[in-house]
């Protein structure tokens, strides 16, 4: 298949540089080696129950983000969840200065499914190699599906990576002749990892009121945040329908037992450590899923927007990992991978994000 652009990773900044380049009339293909859109905007059924497990809420921090949160709004996709959140410390419970948090209550991958419907996508693709042709790139890919009958190769004027900067590391290294002086210092770009826990309780052993709906742990050792999820969900507002928590882990507790085949203790762990602070029901779900997160967080960031590549066609890098760890870096580094591709390209006037959006 031939197209102008093909962007690789179909999570916020992929979609956010999809949109403005589609919208100048640039044909483009997303390459998502996952089955569904968003990345880390994740949901997942847990015993038929709808919860998240990647992207906790949003903020209307951020010019960009405001002007994304005012829309999705509009559009009904997002509501607003709490303005109180806590944080738990030596003192116990407090609360956390007031902030509305928004979710949306079909779960947050449908905000990726509202960016990216008009979006052309492959799923299961996994980029094996890059390499410059006459006039374009070449994509070789692989199914990660077994048996798939899927077209395999792609060819594209301009190449976005819009993945987590090892990922995109490896993809690199796949292009003949490049610099090692451009991949080295991407080689300093780190991410956190994370152990995410869904857990859902039986209405009968959970208390009638549960005081909390959002926790951080800033001292632990070993959580990071702990949420009601179900609360999200209108039908169990107040908790007590099946209530589904969720438990993410800290990051040195992560990268321990990242690869562990087993993960019963450490599950058991993330239960009984929940349990002891918030109360003794969390010990006892009955129905649970651990998702690994192996890139949830940056920890060492690149200092600009994006990494425009010296290649003989335009190939960009973006991502969250791009300027800052915040969603609003993610939209900031999708939309500058999008103005440097068009400038190499062809100069088409791009039209601001907030008028692709809508609402």
């Known amino acids: 298949m031939k197209t102008d652009i093909a962007i690789v990773g179909a999570g916020l900044a992929g979609l956010t540089a999809a949109l403005p380049l589609q919208a100048a009339g640039y044909s483009l293909l997303l390459l998502e080696k996952s089955r569904g859109l968003g990345g880390r905007l994740a949901s997942y059924r847990l015993n038929g129950v709808r919860c998240d497990r990647g992207l906790r809420y949003l903020t209307d921090e951020g010019r960009l983000l405001s002007g994304l949160v005012r829309s999705l709004r509009e559009r009904q996709v997002l509501r607003p969840w ?34 990216g419907r008009d979006v052309p996508v492959w799923f299961s693709r996994r980029v094996a190699a890059i390499t410059p042709q006459s006039h374009d790139w070449r994509l070789d890919l692989e199914a990660v599906v077994a048996g798939s009958d899927a077209p395999l190769e792609v060819t594209a004027r301009a190449v976005i990576l819009a993945i987590p900067a090892p990922q995109a590391l490896m993809v690199l290294a796949t292009v003949p002749g490049m610099d090692a002086d451009v991949i080295n210092p991407l080689q300093s770009v780190t991410y956190d990892p994370c152990l995410t826990l869904l857990a859902q309780y039986s209405g009968d052993r959970v208390p009638d009121r549960i005081p909390w709906k959002s926790v951080e742990f800033p001292d632990d050792p070993d959580l990071s945040w702990l949420g009601l999820d179900s609360s999200k969900r209108e039908s169990s507002s107040l908790g007590s329908d099946r ?34 602070r918030l109360g003794d029901w969390l010990q006892t779900p009955e129905h ?41 870096t993610a939209l900031r580094s999708g939309l500058a991978a999008a103005s440097s591709v068009n400038y190499q390209l062809d100069h088409r006037s791009l039209a601001p994000i907030h008028s692709l959006w809508g609402g």
């Open 82 to 115: 709490i303005t109180t959140s806590h944080r738990y410390t030596a003192e116990g419970l407090q609360q956390n200065p007031p902030q509305t948090h928004y979710v949306a209550p079909e779960g947050m991958s449908q905000i990726a499914k509202e960016l």
């Open 243 to 276: 209530p589904v928590v969720v438990i993410n882990s800290r990051a040195e507790l992560a990268r321990s037992h990242l690869d562990d085949r087993d993960l019963t203790p450490v599950i058991e762990h993330l239960l009984s450590q929940g349990a002891a």
């Open 288 to 328: 649970l899923h651990l998702h690994r997160w192996r890139y949830a967080i940056p920890a060492q960031v690149w200092p600009q927007d994006s990494v425009v590549l010296k290649t003989p066609f335009p190939l960009v890098c973006c991502g969250d990992w791009c300027g800052s760890r915040q969603v609003e």
